[in-house]
């Protein structure tokens, strides 16, 4: 019989983003207190879009979020002086999403560029690994995420 904590790929999967998703947030938290690795992903996502401001739906699928999960993000980042939101000027149902200036000058003081945490906690978990593997790795991944997309 299969031991359930070690055998099963989802319960694996799930005790791995735990510790990678604490070890981000701690990293995270050394920017800026009270941000979570998923609001720091975002606000590296609008930093990174050519106009600085796209529509919450975007975030949503972009990263794969129900949009009550969103909404609630997106309302903290605000409430941080992070982002500012008004309705979308084609389509006022739609909320616009834009960096502040506050966000732009906290990720353009990362030394090494925004992506640094991401590199660092990916190194963290594949040390040992040769470039070969990281891909082999990452092209499982995204394999099994299409999958489950169905």
Avoid: W
């Amino acid at each position: 019989m299969k031991d359930l904590c070690t055998e099963y790929l989802g319960n694996n999967v799930k005790i791995i983003h735990n510790k990678m998703d604490l070890l981000f947030t701690r990293k995270t938290n050394n920017l800026l207190n009270g941000l979570t690795g998923t609001q720091y992903l975002i606000l590296i996502y609008l930093y990174e879009v050519p106009n600085q401001r796209t529509l919450q739906k975007n975030i949503e699928n972009k990263f794969e979020l129900s949009h009550p999960t969103t909404v609630g993000i997106v309302k903290r980042l605000a409430a941080q002086n992070l982002v500012v939101t008004r309705p979308f000027a084609k389509n006022r149902r739609q909320t616009e999403v834009i960096i502040s200036d506050n966000a732009k000058n906290l990720l353009s003081n990362v030394q090494s560029g925004p992506r640094e945490v991401l590199e660092e906690v990916d190194n963290t978990a594949l040390t040992g690994f040769s470039n070969q593997e990281r891909a082999q790795l990452s092209a499982y991944l995204q394999r099994i995420n299409a999958n489950l997309n169905g």
